[in-house]
């Protein structure tokens, strides 16, 4: 059975970084893409990133997040990482890591192109 386990979430300061993590277990990681979506109190979840299955692969970011986050993958360790800099009060929200079977998606920022979600884990920045 796949699982993914979120880790990294916290408190931060307005123009301020964090760093998630998420493991991947239960599948061929190699071979799997990987994606970071977020939830915010009453509002729908969003496509954040989207990285395709071989390191250094292709990656998209939602223009709300462009420059300011990187998605990135270490295929030795089956983790994807979202790295988030600049933060902005409001990237507050649930971050939640996702993956599907395949080495690319023709549509990275839907959420039915995604079969796996992680638990998800809290970003709260304060302005």
């Known amino acids: 059975q796949v699982h993914l386990v979120e880790s990294g979430g916290g408190l931060v300061q307005a123009r301020g970084s964090l760093r998630l993590s998420c493991a991947v277990g239960g599948r061929t990681f190699s071979s799997s893409v990987g994606g970071w979506f977020r939830q915010a109190p009453g509002k729908e979840r969003e496509f954040v990133a989207y990285?395709?299955?071989?390191?250094?692969?292709?990656?998209v970011y939602a223009d709300s997040v462009k420059g300011r986050f990187t998605i990135s993958r270490d295929n030795a360790k089956n983790t994807i990482y979202l790295q988030m800099n600049s933060l902005k009060p409001e990237d507050t929200a649930v971050y939640y890591c996702?993956?599907?079977?395949?080495?690319?998606?023709?549509?990275?920022?839907?959420?039915?192109?995604?079969?796996?979600w992680g638990q998800g884990t809290q970003v709260t920045v304060s302005s």
């Open positions: 996702t993956s599907a079977p395949w080495s690319y998606l023709a549509n990275p920022t839907a959420r039915q192109s995604y079969d796996a």
């Open positions: 990285i395709n299955s071989w390191s250094g692969g292709g990656t």
